[in-house]
C-alpha cells in the first residue's frame, strides 16, 4: 500500500490534484467498459492533459512497481480498457484538442481521446475517414481500426518514455506497429492521420 500511496502523490503532482479520482464513489465509473460491469475498482483514475503529463504518470507507475491500464472512451469489447484492483487507470478522455489541421496534405493530427465519430465529422465536407468505431482515436488505432489512415504518432512506453514517429521520419515504422497492439506497446497520446478528400 506504500506504493500505492507513493505513486498518488506522484501522480497528482503530474495531473493536478483535481485530476487523480481516489474516492470510490468516482470509481465505479471505471469499472466497466463496453461489454463487462463486473470490473474491479482501480487503485486509482488519472486523467492526464497531455502527452508530457501521460509520460509523467508512466514513468511514476514504472518507478513504483504498479500496473497501469490505458482507457480512452471505456467502448473496449475485450476487457482491454478494465482495470486491475492493485493498478493505475489512465484514462484519457480530457485529451480532445484537435492539433493541426493540413488538408492541403491530406493530414490531421488530434490527441488520442478525440472521438472517432466527432473527428470525422468535423472534416466533413471536404474530406472523411472511413473509421466505422465507436470510441476514440486513439483507441481505434489500438484496435487495429485505423489501417493507413494512421500514418504517425507520440507514442508513451512502458517505461515512460515519449517517442515520436512523424509521417515522414526515416526508420522503424512505430505508427505500423502499434496498430492493432491493444496498448500492449505503450500509450499513443497524439495521432496524425491521413484524410481522403472527397473527388
Do not use: K
Not at 470510490?24 to 488519472?46: H, I, K, M
Not at 506497429?177 to 495521432?191: P, Q
Request: hydrophobic content about 45%.
Amino acid at each position: 500500500m506504500e506504493a500505492g500511496a507513493d505513486l498518488i502523490e506522484r501522480v497528482r503532482l503530474v495531473c493536478g490534484t483535481r485530476h487523480v479520482l481516489t474516492d470510490p464513489v468516482a470509481l465505479l465509473t471505471y469499472r466497466s467498459d463496453g461489454v463487462r460491469r463486473d470490473g474491479p475498482l482501480p487503485l486509482a483514475v488519472a486523467l492526464p492533459g497531455d502527452g508530457a503529463e501521460v509520460a509523467g504518470v508512466v514513468s511514476a507507475c514504472a518507478d513504483n512497481q504498479v500496473p497501469w491500464v490505458v482507457r480512452g472512451a471505456g467502448t473496449s469489447r475485450d476487457g482491454s480498457a478494465l482495470p486491475t484492483s492493485a493498478g493505475l487507470l489512465i484514462a484519457l478522455t480530457r485529451m480532445r484538442r484537435v492539433l493541426a489541421i493540413e488538408l492541403a496534405d491530406d493530414e490531421v493530427t488530434v490527441q488520442a481521446g478525440v472521438p472517432a465519430a466527432t473527428l470525422a465529422r468535423s472534416l466533413a465536407p471536404t474530406h472523411t475517414l472511413a473509421i466505422d468505431y465507436p470510441g476514440t482515436v486513439g483507441g481505434a488505432a489500438a484496435a487495429g481500426m485505423l489501417g493507413r489512415h494512421l500514418v504517425g504518432l507520440d507514442l508513451v512506453q512502458p517505461d515512460g518514455t515519449l517517442v515520436s514517429c512523424t509521417p515522414r521520419s526515416i526508420g522503424y515504422d512505430l505508427s505500423g506497429a502499434f496498430g492493432g497492439s491493444h496498448g500492449t506497446r505503450g500509450i499513443a497520446v497524439s495521432l496524425t492521420l491521413r484524410a481522403v478528400p472527397f473527388s
